[in-house]
């Protein structure tokens, strides 16, 4: 049974960075058939994909157009697991923020992490 | 860039009944189309994948069907345990998109 469990702050100011993790259990971040990715949901934004990570002979991201110029998504092999940064941010980027996974046989996510909310303030 | 509309926004039912949940896509797309059930304060959770593949240990009233721009999740008989949020989700060439919801209410 796959599971993946989030940790970071709760609390970031604006124009800082927003940093979370993802530990994988009952899978490889090196998996040839996933990808892992950041979500988030805001009342504003409804669900918004962020973007993955992902092995295929060699490492590859995916990012959505609206992050691309402040997102940086990083696999850590040694500790099987997944982070996140988002530079620079505003009040708009305060939301739940969620790891998945997506199994690219179904290109659906399968494996959601428990949430993370995230309130940017000073 | 491909946007996924949901309707209705909000829809009342009761215990028992049979309903509809319509998602659209702004142009044609594969059948790369996902449902998910999502209850207040926890994750998505997967429903259906492939437009109408039922995800392991998901209940058989939950189906979905649906080509092209349109695609619909039906539920043939309504428990207290479906009153949630279900959302449609598409993925085309290394992206994601989301609909943005209907809400099912207990009428």
């Known amino acids: 049974q796959v599971q993946l469990q989030q940790s970071g702050p709760g609390l970031v100011k604006p124009s800082q960075t927003l940093s979370l993790t993802c530990a994988i259990s009952g899978d490889s971040v090196s998996s040839n058939t996933a990808a892992w990715n950041w979500i988030r949901q805001s009342p504003s934004r409804g669900l918004e994909w962020l973007g993955g990570t992902y092995y295929r002979s060699k490492w590859y991201n995916d990012y959505a157009v609206s992050v691309r110029s402040r997102i940086t998504i990083n696999p850590d092999t040694s500790e099987n697991q997944f982070s996140l940064q988002l530079i620079s941010v505003t009040p708009e980027d305060t939301a739940v923020y969620y790891c998945?996974?997506?199994?690219?046989?179904?290109?659906?996510?399968?494996?959601w992490g428990q949430g993370t909310l995230v309130t940017v303030s000073s | 860039d491909i946007q996924m509309t949901q309707s209705p926004s909000t829809l009342s039912a009761s215990v028992g009944d049979r309903v509809t949940i319509t998602c659209r896509a702004s142009q044609s797309i594969s059948g790369w189309l996902a449902w998910y059930q999502q209850k207040p304060g926890k994750a998505p959770n997967l429903l259906i994948y492939q437009a109408s593949s039922l995800e392991s240990g998901v209940p058989s009233r939950f189906s979905g069907s649906g080509s092209g721009t349109e695609f619909t999740l039906t539920i043939s008989s309504l428990q207290p345990d479906d009153f949630a949020t279900y959302y449609c989700?598409?993925?085309?060439?290394?992206?994601?998109?989301f609909g943005q919801g209907t809400k099912l209410e207990i009428k």
């Open positions: 989700q598409h993925y085309t060439s290394h992206s994601y998109t």
């Open positions: 998945a996974r997506v199994s690219y046989s179904r290109g659906s996510f399968d494996y």
